[in-house]
T-cell receptor
């Protein structure tokens, strides 16, 4: 499994765009990238996933460069409720593969 | 979206007793469910993979006789913490994968169960 590295914590202010970058130098050809969000005392919640280039949904965008050795989760105009831990995972396209969580990035959004 | 529930959401028990935690996929069938444990300020740690109709696969360092997992149906997996001790106090989270899902391994997580052992 490809190891991921992301900042331990980030601070931001309401209304700002937040970009969280994750490094995954050993990503394999059949791996894709997925991001989860976790609030205190809750289970993780899926945010977005992608294989290459850019993916956008109603919550976030995911930018993946051509070499796929990193990815950036972009949260537009964050609010206080976006304060959470964000996990970047690299997962093989295998129907039964387990998810291994790294340390995640603790995002604090200030008023 | 797909919903996974856990019961109970919170449990307090005495040392030496056993506690059962249920994980249910409410609107989909899950041939595979996963159990995680999370200590305060730490990441999720995968404990075991639960496969419907077969024995669970435990991660290294997880005692299978202490954490009993049963996946008797396509919508229910249970985790029993046997002879619980204070060090077993943690947040237990399950996840489930829709058996009809495509290539992407999207999993849906339950809300977690807070176990406190006195």
């Amino acid at each position: 499994l490809a190891k991921t590295t992301q900042p331990i914590s980030m601070d931001s202010y309401e209304g700002q765009e937040v970009n969280i970058t994750c490094s995954h130098n050993n990503i394999a050809t059949n791996d894709y990238i997925t991001w989860y969000q976790q609030f205190p005392s809750q289970g993780p919640r899926f945010i977005i996933q992608g294989y290459k280039t850019k993916v956008t949904n109603e919550v976030a965008s995911l930018f993946i460069p051509a070499d796929r050795k990193s990815s950036t989760l972009s949260l537009p105009r964050v609010s206080l409720s976006d304060t959470a831990v964000y996990y970047c995972l690299v997962v093989p396209m295998d129907s039964s593969y387990k998810l291994i969580f790294g340390s995640g990035t603790r995002l604090l959004v200030r008023p | 979206g797909a919903v996974v529930s856990q019961h109970p959401s919170r449990v307090i028990c005495k040392s030496g007793t056993s506690v059962k935690i249920e994980c249910r996929s409410l609107d989909f069938q899950a041939t595979t469910m996963f159990w995680y444990r999370q200590f305060p300020k730490q990441s999720l740690m995968l404990m075991a993979t639960s496969n419907e109709g077969s024995k669970a696969t435990y991660e290294q360092g997880v005692e299978k006789d202490k954490f009993l997992i049963n996946h008797a149906s396509l919508t229910l997996s249970t985790l029993t913490v046997t002879s619980a001790h204070p060090e077993d106090s943690s947040f237990y989270i399950c996840s489930a994968r829709d058996r009809l899902a495509g290539l992407y391994n999207e999993q849906f997580f339950g809300p977690g169960t807070r176990l406190t052992v006195l």
